[in-house]
């Protein structure tokens, strides 16, 4: 039987030297576009809309959209939310449509988009996308958002679990450094992601904001059976 290829990708600037030879992109940004994604998209909002730049939130602003913007980890000012997963879970949000831009998750989002299939991954839907991947029999790339267009220790882990359970269901191998370093990094952090990355920077930055309850919520798996997908520019949940 032939297997499929799962490979992970460290960062969006990387992503020119692997883009072209697979059907599935799973978009990472564990802290904490992704996981907000997740939430919004399984508590109810219609659809995210990922935008790359403040200017381009802006003008969604000014057509009436309710905007999510965030920079260095903070709501950017005059914007109705920023980018924590609590944001999402609120009952007026349902059945809407919002628009984020995020310092890297949303980038990379765009930067993908023209891959076959773009879907979002986080710690939070972790086993119930794999289960997806694994049935879908193509060849799949986690691109990790890192930040700032370099490594990340929380992206970077989540591309390993998740290379990790596809090849441990037989189907898939994968031949790049980036997916064996990326498994040896999540071995080591699987019984204790919040201690394996409290050196982290993007972790000592939200700390710093007082963002200690994003982080836990983030790095908690499997909380959310929801597959985020990129359809015609917006992020909308896949049905089955
Ligand atoms: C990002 O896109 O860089 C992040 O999700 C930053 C954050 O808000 O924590």
């Given at each position: 039987?032939?297997?499929?290829?799962?490979?992970?990708?460290?960062?969006?600037?990387?992503?020119?030297?692997?883009?072209?030879?697979?059907?599935i992109?799973v978009v990472?940004?564990?802290?904490?576009?992704t996981s907000a994604i997740c939430s919004a998209i399984h508590n109810g909002v219609n659809s995210v809309i990922p935008?790359?730049?403040?200017?381009?939130?802006?003008?969604?602003?000014?057509?009436?959209?309710?905007?999510?913007?965030?920079?260095?980890?903070?709501?950017?000012?005059?914007?109705?939310?920023?980018?924590?997963p609590?944001?999402y879970m609120?009952?007026?949000l349902v059945g809407k449509d919002v628009?984020l831009?995020?310092?890297?998750?949303?980038?990379?989002i765009?930067?993908?988009?023209?891959?076959?299939i773009v879907v979002i991954g986080a710690?939070t839907n972790i086993?119930f996308l794999?289960e997806w991947l694994?049935?879908?029999?193509?060849?799949?790339?986690?691109?990790?958002?890192?930040?700032?267009?370099?490594?990340?220790?929380?992206?970077?882990?989540?591309?390993?679990?998740?290379?990790?359970?596809?090849?441990?269901?037989?189907?898939?191998?994968?031949?790049?450094?980036?997916?064996?370093?990326?498994?040896?990094?999540?071995?080591?952090?699987?019984?204790?992601?919040?201690?394996?990355?409290?050196?982290?920077?993007?972790?000592?930055?939200?700390?710093?904001?007082?963002?200690?309850?994003?982080?836990?919520?983030?790095?908690?798996?499997?909380q959310m059976d929801v597959i985020p997908i990129l359809r015609n520019g917006r992020i909308e949940k896949l049905e089955f």
């Open positions: 039987m032939q297997k499929n290829i799962i490979e992970v990708c460290f960062t969006p600037s990387d992503y020119d030297y692997f883009k072209g030879r697979f059907e992109v990472i940004d564990v802290l904490r576009a935008v790359s730049t403040i200017e381009e939130a802006k003008e969604y602003q000014d057509k009436g959209y309710l905007v999510g913007a965030e920079r260095q980890g903070e709501i950017v000012e005059g914007f109705d939310f920023g980018n924590s609590y944001s609120k009952p007026e628009v831009s995020t310092t890297n998750g949303t980038r990379a765009n930067i993908a988009k023209e891959a076959p710690l086993d794999c694994i049935k879908q029999e193509k060849n799949v790339l986690c691109l990790c958002s890192g930040w700032k267009d370099k490594f990340n220790l929380e992206d970077t882990i989540c591309g390993g679990a998740i290379a990790d359970i596809l090849i441990k269901s037989g189907k898939f191998t994968s031949d790049e450094d980036t997916s064996v370093g990326a498994k040896y990094l999540f071995q080591g952090a699987k019984d204790n992601y919040f201690g394996f990355l409290k050196s982290s920077s993007h972790r000592r930055r939200l700390k710093r904001l007082n963002l200690n309850e994003d982080i836990k919520f983030c790095l908690t798996p499997n």
